[in-house]
């Protein structure tokens, strides 16, 4: 794992050359929050997995209007930042297996750190969801709760638990990633509008 080229700042500046969308950056700070927090429990370079979670989309604001080619600019936009190969790799693999990116759909997930960057920027939304279900608090937000929102599948249907799931593959279970997660975007809970 080399060094990474671009400072944080660096890295939130360019995500915003691309990205406008208010609800994509708190997206975004979020998955970002959640890959440190699993980090520093895997003992793996927060600084690292913080700067996967923060760029995972970095392409989202130029291709969401033709879903099939997001991910394709990303490794141009990242390699002109300076990013290797390893870093590139890991940050496409979570469009890895979705029928909408044809590109993509034929690959499968092998490293921990892919595991956790799909299932880590995935869980956001559900935790979002049900931040604002509960009065935009996450203050005092349970993983047994937020167990209970992921076991219903009409609650926030669009989200794919499946994904979230192969946190496992990481020898976690649900719950101690529910926990971690929620542990995560608690830390920057102003910067996302929650309480």
Sequence with gaps: ????????????????????????????????????ELAKYFGEDVEYWGMLGLLHDIDWGITKDNVETHLTKAPEILKEAGFDDEFITNLISHGYGFEELPHLAEKRRTER??????????????????????????????????????????????????VIKEIEK??????????????????????????
Excluded: C
């Design 1 to 36: 794992m080399n060094p990474l080229p671009i400072t944080r700042e660096q890295a939130w500046t360019l995500v915003k050359k691309y990205n406008t969308h208010e609800q994509d950056l708190i997206h975004y700070l979020e998955s970002e929050a959640v890959l440190r």
């Design 113 to 162: 750190i892919q595991h956790a960057l799909a299932a880590g920027e995935t869980i956001t939304g559900l935790i979002h969801a049900y931040a604002l279900m509960r009065g935009k608090r996450i203050s005092d937000m349970e993983a047994k709760g937020l167990m209970k929102k992921f076991k219903d599948k009409t609650f926030a249907a669009k989200i794919e638990r499946d």
């Design 170 to 195: 990481t020898g976690l279970t649900l719950e101690e990633f529910f926990k971690i997660a929620i542990e995560g975007i608690k830390k920057i809970k102003s910067e996302v509008g929650l309480e």
